[in-house]
């Protein structure tokens, strides 16, 4: 009899601890959404600049070299997209720079990001872009011309670029960029899902089809 | 020494209190650390290294009837409460963290969670030591009377 009580009430205590594991886990699913899948982090990592609601459902990975014609191209429609859909979409920026001497121009965004002035330094590189990154004549210290436009603390600008943190974290997208087999930029993930056929219409479909799965009516 | 049937009775409650609170304590740290995935701190480990074996040592004594079991136990159960005791007191700041081991990895002092307030996780590490540390005293008790 004795006995029987200490079997019963250790299978009890494991089943309740399997049971209570099973349920945390759904919850922290639900939670976490897209995040808890796994592999997540190679969509999203911790230092990748991201524009957005927390409470998004939606994460909209772009991978993006800042020389790259067609990412500047996109980016008033991507900005729309974000705008059409407040509250549900989360941007996250990672860098694929492809184009050479494109590395130049990832340091002085993330070194803007110390300065809080990510967006507007992007904002000016794109609109910029045809000044500095001419194909047959590239001059990237034409830059400097426009930065002031972001409000920026030049001196300051120039040397977090050095910072070898801003190194390693190209060479993590990079390898990311790598295993999802972003070959081309701009390249699109929605909540994991790739743009298959590159364009508006289609990033367009591909995000409203996860925005109606994330938040069914 | 012939014992009453309720006296035997009841030093078998007492143990088998013992063991649940161990049995619970085990699973709620595992629950921590691979559900809830909180690394473990250093000094967690060693409260783990003293609170799990007590689960089948207990549940042995259970099962076997054997007395002895009380003093097998409480040197474990005195260790894990004096490292939940110094675990505490760094916690709570009394004992300053600089001259504390376990700076390499996990902090010791870190938050995880707190319930009501109050209830962190070393916390209840002590409190769970205390109460066994409590009833393999008294039953250590009982049994030498």
């Known amino acids: 009899m004795k006995k029987q009580v200490v079997i019963f009430s250790g299978i009890f205590l494991i089943l309740l601890f399997v049971l209570g594991g099973y349920i945390y886990k759904n919850q922290q699913t639900k939670k976490l959404g897209f995040l808890a899948q796994e592999h997540a982090e190679i969509f999203v990592r911790p230092h990748s600049p991201t524009l957005g609601s927390d409470e998004a459902k939606v994460y909209l990975v772009e991978f993006m070299d800042p020389a790259c014609e067609t990412c500047s191209a996109f980016a008033p429609f991507v900005k729309k997209l974000l705008a059409d859909n407040p509250g549900k979409i989360k941007l996250v920026i990672r860098y694929a720079p492809f184009h050479d001497g494109a590395d130049y121009f990832v340091k002085i965004l993330e070194a803007a990001k110390k300065q809080g002035k990510y967006w507007e330094t992007l904002e000016v590189m794109y609109q910029s872009q045809p000044y500095w990154a001419s194909h047959h004549n590239p001059q990237p210290e034409l830059i400097w011309r426009f930065l002031p436009g972001a409000a920026l603390d030049l001196e300051k600008l120039k040397n977090d670029m050095n910072d070898p943190a801003i190194e390693r974290l190209i060479t993590q997208d990079l390898a990311d960029a790598k295993a999802l087999n972003v070959t081309k930029t701009p390249g699109f993930f929605v909540n994991g899902k790739p743009l298959v056929t590159f364009g508006d219409t289609e990033l367009r479909q591909l995000l409203e089809a996860e925005i109606a799965a994330q938040y069914p009516r | 020494m012939t014992l009453s049937d309720n006296t035997s009775r009841a030093n078998w409650t007492i143990l088998f209190l013992c063991w649940l609170?161990?049995?619970?304590?085990?699973?709620?740290?595992?629950?921590?650390?691979?559900?809830?995935?909180?690394?473990?701190?250093?000094?967690?480990?060693?409260?783990?290294?003293?609170?799990?074996?007590?689960?089948?040592?207990?549940?042995?004594?259970?099962?076997?009837?054997?007395?002895?079991?009380?003093?097998?136990?409480?040197?474990?159960?005195?260790?894990?409460?004096?490292?939940?005791?110094?675990?505490?007191?760094?916690?709570?700041?009394?004992?300053?963290?600089?001259?504390?081991?376990?700076?390499?990895?996990?902090?010791?002092?870190?938050?995880?969670?707190?319930?009501?307030?109050?209830?962190?996780?070393?916390?209840?590490?002590?409190?769970?030591?205390?109460?066994?540390?409590?009833?393999?005293?008294?039953?250590?008790?009982?049994?030498?009377?």
């Open chain 2, 21 to 145: 609170v161990a049995g619970v304590s085990t699973l709620g740290s595992l629950f921590f650390s691979e559900i809830m995935q909180f690394p473990p701190c250093v000094l967690c480990w060693y409260q783990r290294i003293f609170l799990f074996p007590l689960v089948f040592i207990l549940a042995t004594g259970l099962f076997s009837g054997d007395k002895s079991v009380a003093r097998y136990a409480l040197p474990l159960a005195a260790a894990g409460w004096l490292v939940a005791l110094y675990h505490n007191l760094l916690y709570a700041g009394i004992i300053p963290e600089s001259i504390q081991p376990c700076s390499r990895g996990v902090s010791c002092t870190e938050d995880y969670i707190s319930l009501f307030g109050f209830l962190t996780i070393p916390m209840l590490s002590l409190l769970s030591f205390s109460s066994i540390l409590a009833l393999l005293l008294l039953l250590n008790r009982r049994f030498s009377r």
